[in-house]
């Protein structure tokens, strides 16, 4: 079964990304820490109920060790905003038995004493261009990276993804999240949230 981990907001500039998350949301984010394999880093806050929102960016001058970014950042243009979406599996033979091919072989990856594995496709991109979600499993006796962040009094309500073929896709993931919901149309992602502010939303 597959439960939202966390959520990702893609921007070209790590700093500028991380503003608008701040303005949006009205609250401080806190520092990340760099992804060597991909040549990435981001920041982070944490919400309620064991979630996390990312922010995260090309990190300038960074090589990275796979010859490519991931979250289809090497393709990513634009303003900040929503980029992609986490699940959490604890059997990832399981969900990648039923999920399609396009989202990746699992790719092992550690950071101090973080350990998990995550699905990259070989050339970074997003499947479905980020409406099926990465799937990501840690290791056992890892702390999620939600467990260690400040809560920020933020919790997501809803989080809503639009895709012509939205219904195919729920039949090719085993999602139990009440928050999560997919529907057919354009593709978009909106994310709302209860904050000491009311509620905002990102998109």
Same mark, same amino acid.
């Given at each position: 079964?597959?439960? #939202?981990?966390?959520?990702?907001?893609?921007?070209?500039?790590?700093?500028?990304?991380?503003?608008?998350?701040?303005?949006?949301?009205?609250?401080?984010? $806190?520092?990340?820490? $760099?992804?060597?394999?991909?040549?990435?880093?981001?920041?982070?806050?944490?919400?309620?109920?064991?979630?996390?929102? =990312?922010?995260?960016?090309?990190? @300038?001058?960074?090589? @990275?060790?796979?010859?490519?970014?991931?979250?289809?950042?090497?393709?990513? &243009?634009?303003?900040?905003?929503?980029?992609? *979406?986490?699940?959490?599996?604890?059997?990832?033979?399981?969900?990648?038995?039923?999920?399609?091919?396009?989202?990746?072989?699992?790719?092992?990856?550690?950071?101090?004493?973080?350990? *998990? $594995?995550?699905?990259? @496709?070989?050339?970074?991109?997003?499947?479905?261009?980020?409406?099926?979600? &990465? #799937?990501?499993?840690?290791?056992?006796?890892?702390?999620?990276?939600?467990?260690?962040?400040?809560?920020?009094?933020? &919790?997501?309500?809803?989080? =809503?993804?639009?895709?012509?073929?939205?219904?195919?896709?729920? $039949?090719?993931? =085993?999602?139990?999240?009440?928050?999560?919901?997919?529907?057919?149309?354009?593709?978009?992602?909106?994310?709302?949230?209860?904050?000491?502010?009311?509620?905002?939303?990102?998109?």
């Amino acid at each position: 079964m597959l439960k #939202l981990d966390h959520l990702a907001v893609a921007c070209t500039n790590l700093v500028e990304g991380t503003a608008w998350v701040e303005e949006q949301l009205g609250v401080t984010l $806190q520092p990340g820490g $760099q992804h060597a394999r991909f040549g990435t880093h981001n920041t982070l806050l944490g919400l309620a109920d064991g979630l996390y929102l =990312e922010v995260i960016a090309k990190e @300038p001058g960074a090589v @990275p060790d796979a010859g490519h970014a991931w979250f289809g950042l090497d393709d990513f &243009t634009g303003p900040a905003r929503l980029g992609n *979406w986490i699940c959490q599996t604890d059997d990832l033979v399981r969900a990648l038995a039923k999920a399609p091919a396009e989202v990746g072989t699992p790719r092992a990856l550690t950071r101090a004493d973080l350990k *998990w $594995q995550i699905t990259v @496709p070989d050339d970074g991109s997003l499947p479905y261009n980020g409406a099926f979600p &990465t #799937l990501i499993e840690w290791a056992e006796g890892t702390h999620h990276p939600a467990d260690r962040l400040p809560q920020s009094g933020v &919790t997501l309500l809803t989080f =809503e993804v639009s895709h012509p073929d939205a219904d195919h896709l729920s $039949q090719m993931m =085993e999602l139990e999240d009440d928050r999560v919901t997919l529907k057919a149309g354009p593709f978009g992602m909106r994310a709302t949230f209860n904050t000491p502010h009311g509620l905002r939303t990102l998109e």
